[in-house]
């Protein structure tokens, strides 16, 4: 290809990526023969690809441990966090898919913590998810509503479930509920476990 053909071609690739038309890059291919890949190699060189993503930077030691410290959390307080600490701005996917890269599981973070999801306390109580949900509408259970992105999830606290335990005896099937972690949870955390 001499001089004269890749002014040309140049010429082509900045119209058709100034004009941002639908399937401008088609066309181009067709004209120049090019691949899309190296259409999109050559806009990029010429300063024409303003969205391109940037490399984030290698999670350092210290992250990693905000991150299983704080994996209870959202990722969006996660985010928060880490900038609050001086570290690089990452997004909330960013955290999540670092964390299930890890293997490090919010869930069992969360219990670490203290915090049950319903779905969680559902489990270990031996009933169905709308039961929590019922005794959370009828003011037995204390919940919290913890947003992420589109999920909205209860977060409760070790304290509520034993205020449940404790002040709603007759209604709860104890029969049903995991006996270490019914334990566990009168006990605030001191219970034996398996």
């Known amino acids: ?28 291919q067709t004209q120049t023969g090019m691949s899309h890949g190296r259409i999109y190699r050559r806009a990029q060189s010429l300063g024409l690809l303003t969205d391109v993503h940037k490399r984030q930077p ?7 441990e905000i991150l299983a410290k704080n994996a209870h959390n959202n990722p969006v307080n996660i985010a928060k966090l880490l900038v609050d600490k001086g570290f690089a701005r990452r997004t909330p996917t960013a955290i999540r898919l670092k964390m299930n890269r890890i293997e490090l599981e919010a869930g069992q973070s969360r219990i670490d913590a203290g915090i049950y999801s319903c779905h969680e306390t559902a489990r270990c109580m031996g009933v169905a998810n709308h039961v929590i949900a019922k005794y959370i509408e009828r003011g037995w259970l204390t919940a919290k509503r913890e947003e992420y992105l589109q999920n909205q999830q209860w977060q ?31 006990t605030g955390g001191t219970g034996a476990k398996a």
């Open 58 to 64: 290698e999670w350092t030691e210290s992250e990693l």
């Open 1 to 28: 290809m001499n001089n004269a053909q890749a002014q040309r071609i140049d010429k082509l690739i900045t119209l058709a990526y100034t004009q941002r038309q639908r399937g401008s890059i088609k066309r181009l």
């Open 156 to 186: 409760i606290t070790e304290k509520a479930l034993r205020d449940l335990l404790i002040n709603h005896t007759a209604t709860i099937d104890f029969k049903k509920i995991d006996k270490y972690w019914l334990v566990e949870i009168l």
